[in-house]
């Protein structure tokens, strides 16, 4: 328990009968006790949890056909190469493959250390002085053919942008074939959908109405800008969706036109290190 006071002051910056406090309230969970005081309105702690952890590495973990993506976030790009920092991204990689990607399984996960992969994260935290996170995972099962791509990577599948995706019908060596290059496109142009009715009704109401807004403050005329304004909401979705954006590797053609008949999209992940982080 002394241990634990120990690392959840150096962390927060709070006294020592506040985190003893919040222990023994959280049952000797670190990050609930953090919760716990930042609820309470102990300003101070704040202090290393509350910073912007926008760095970091990706990483890809396979086998036999599966894949797990999985981003994990430090506050500099000098920690992101630490050496110990590495260390820990990896061997998380392959536990959270293990548990297919869950990540709440993933922290109880104990460590080759015989700690929980939780625990060597505060102790990672304690020692670098940097908020790190466990931020998101994908996981890829066998029903259908994976291929994956690391984009300024470091080393074999870590980096800081992977995309992984998932693909069916056809026969094997067009799969492979086409497979790593569609990974390293949606690594490239970031699609959000593979086609419009994968894409959330909430991105597409936000989208036309900036449209709309830009458009009467352009001095548009008000009968002009509904039709000027879903031209470039169809602008947006083509851009935006997997199989309409045009083809990286030859931009007379867009994804679509480069499928075989026989072959499908069935699903996609890329995550770039810190994106969306607030």
């Known amino acids: 328990m002394l241990e634990n006071v120990k690392k959840l002051r150096e962390i927060t910056g709070v006294g ?17 006790s953090i919760d716990y005081l930042r609820k309470k309105g102990i300003a101070k702690a704040s202090k290393k949890m509350s910073r912007t ?26 920690v992101a190469k630490n050496k110990d920092f590495i260390n820990f991204c990896k061997e998380v990689s392959e536990i959270n493959f293990k548990n297919k990607g869950s990540l709440e399984k993933t922290k109880s996960y104990l460590m080759k250390n015989n700690k929980s992969v939780d625990e060597n994260l ?34 074999k599948n870590v980096g800081k942008v992977v995309s992984i995706i998932k693909i069916n019908g056809g026969k094997q060596q067009d799969l492979k074939d086409i497979g790593s290059k569609l990974a390293m496109h949606v690594a490239a142009s970031a699609p959000i959908a593979i086609e419009k009715n994968g894409i ?9 109405e900036i449209i709309k ?25 083509s851009d935006n969706t997997l199989l309409n954006q045009i083809w990286i590797m030859d931009p ?20 770039k290190v810190g994106e969306g982080v607030d």
């Open 16 to 32: 020592f009968k506040d985190c003893k406090l919040a222990l023994d309230e959280n049952n000797g969970d670190i990050e609930k």
């Open 53 to 78: 952890a926008a760095d970091g590495l990706v990483l890809v973990c396979e086998k036999d056909n599966e894949m797990s993506a999985l981003e994990i976030n430090s506050e500099t790009d000098f």
């Open 122 to 155: 505060i102790n990672l935290i304690t020692k670098i002085g940097e908020k790190i996170t466990i931020r998101r995972s994908k996981f890829f099962d066998k029903s259908g053919s994976n291929f994956s791509y690391v984009h300024n990577s470091l080393e």
């Open 200 to 208: 959330e009704k909430s991105i597409l109401d936000k989208e036309i």
């Open 213 to 237: 807004e830009e458009l009467k403050n352009s001095g548009k005329k008000e009968e002009m800008i509904d039709k000027i304004s879903q031209g470039k909401l169809n602008k947006f979705i």
């Open 252 to 271: 007379k053609k867009k994804v679509k036109d480069i499928l075989k008949t026989d072959i499908t999209v069935i699903d996609f992940v890329r995550f």
